[in-house]
């Protein structure tokens, strides 16, 4: 019955047992529910409840009054729900139905309460200054437009993922020898502000970076992207959508934070000059894009080329990646979020992730359902995105593995991530499964033997 019970249903329910075990009743009744329902409310649901009006301390007096005629029975550990329990949660079942939404939330069970005039709950909610009349209404409009919302992904709020400070650029050694070079180009030119066609110009002068060799198959080489270069008499394709200028034009800027989005993605540590040109093209802006655009064709296919070069066989990391992405289509979720992540990880079933999570007993089935009553399907995926979430805790796996000196972003740094941030779905669907981030930090240590440094 509870398969398609959000985590926060599921919460109310269990919150409802747990007081029918603190009274010592026999059953789980609609009074339990309502206390559950109340205490589990916060914020604007509460508000749209009217339960913000109601005092718990007094909730509770009246459910303990309406309650003295059950029998009661201490230390009773299984406890079943009561008729009337039953068919409210069938009733918020058949609600969600006849509103369309996949999942049966809290919401749903306080719309089958107001229903059941003659349940428990009902009487008691009566006895508050709750005006029904404007709930309900409420309550299923907000239903009706949460079963519209596809694209809602719990891990959507906003997450500062940018590097904290733009010197952590030129802290990378081969980064900081293309843009040194690239700022010895502005100044020969006469500008003051270094844009996309400097890091291009930087990185083509260099016939070491493998990259060079793979864009002279495809005729771009300095010479003729100098050519190409003097044909613009200005630079206002640097300055599209920007008011203010910086060290960097906003594309040049635009397309290295892309570049670091490229590196974290391929599991490498620094960003190479390979990711730059991929961040250039992924902007789709600026004079570098305008001459790389007109050479290749097929962007995608350029992307695998470059990889492939980068990388005799596919990263860790990159590998953990594609099967989140692959998780996230099967369960028609356009959001790779960091809980997608987790079961690329466990789909992965190599690596210190792997077996660490393998020692803690969690498996990819299980975590699959854990994840599916926690992400709501889309009718259609166009396109993927990751999280907001998904994003720092790449952003904090990229960091450990670059402080410890790692040549590559290793199933444990992606891992590891996860911990750091306890609120993201990995670690809830972690936590539901029966463990914490202690006992998975130290399981880490334990994989990599002696307790190294993750």
């Known amino acids: ?38 205490a589990q409310s ?24 309406s309650t003295q005629t059950y029998p009661d029975k201490k230390n009773n550990d299984n406890i079943f729900f009561s008729s009337e329990a039953r068919d409210i949660l069938k009733s918020a079942v058949e609600l969600s139905n006849e509103l369309n939404s996949k999942f049966i939330m809290p919401q749903h069970i306080a719309l ?21 009349e404007r709930i309900i209404p409420n309550l299923k409009r907000m239903l009706d437009k949460s079963s519209d919302i596809t694209s809602l ?41 270094l844009g996309s066609e400097q890091l291009l110009q930087s990185i083509l002068e260099n016939k070491d970076y493998k990259i060079v060799e793979i864009l ?16 613009f008499n200005s630079r206002t394709a640097e300055f599209e959508n920007s008011e203010k200028q910086i060290i960097f034009t906003p594309n040049a800027f635009s397309s290295l934070l892309l570049a670091l989005d490229y590196a974290k993605e391929s599991g490498s540590v620094g960003i190479q000059p390979e990711h730059v040109i991929l961040g250039i093209l992924k902007a789709k802006k600026g ?23 980068l990388n005799d066989k596919i990263p860790e990391t990159l590998a953990i990646l594609k099967l989140a992405k692959e998780e996230a289509r099967s369960l028609n979720c356009e959001t790779v979020g960091t ?21 803690l007993g969690i498996n990819l089935k299980d975590a699959r359902k854990e994840v599916e009553k926690l992400i709501k399907p889309q009718k259609e995926v166009k396109t993927l995105s990751y999280s907001p979430r998904a994003k720092k805790m790449l952003e904090v796996a990229y960091k450990t593995a670059h402080e410890h000196k790692r040549n590559k972003i290793k199933s444990e740094n992606i891992l590891y991530g996860i911990t750091k941030m ?13 463990t914490d981030v202690l006992e998975i930090q130290q399981g880490i240590k334990q994989e990599l033997l002696g307790g190294m440094d993750l």
């Open 339 to 359: 809980e997608m992540i987790l079961l690329g990880i466990l789909s992965y079933g190599a690596g210190i992730a792997s077996d660490t999570l393998r020692r």
């Open 42 to 65: 916060k914020g604007v649901q509460a508000k749209i409840l009217n339960f913000d009006k109601i005092h718990f301390g007094e909730l509770t007096i009246e459910v303990h009054q």
């Open 287 to 309: 004079i570098a894009y305008k001459i790389l655009s007109q050479a290749i064709s097929n962007a995608v296919d350029f992307e695998d080329i470059v990889l492939k070069k």
């Open 216 to 231: 002279n198959k495809f005729d771009i080489n300095s010479e003729n992207f100098n050519e190409k270069l003097s044909q």
């Open 153 to 193: 992904h719990p891990e959507t709020e906003n997450e500062n993922t940018q590097l904290s400070n733009i010197n952590d650029f030129f802290k990378e050694k081969i980064m900081s020898e293309i843009l040194a070079n690239a700022q010895s180009k502005v100044s020969a030119s006469g500008y003051e502000i």
């Open 1 to 38: 019955m509870f398969e398609k019970f959000t985590q926060k249903a599921i919460d109310v329910v269990q919150a409802a047992q747990n007081y029918a075990q603190e009274f010592c009743h026999t059953r789980v009744l609609s009074q339990h529910l309502l206390l559950g329902l109340v």
């Open 112 to 132: 089958a309460i107001f229903q059941n005039k003659n349940c428990g709950a009902y009487k008691i909610i009566k006895k508050f200054d709750i005006d029904e």
């Open 422 to 434: 306890p609120n993201c779905l990995a670690m809830q669907v972690l936590s539901n499964l029966g």
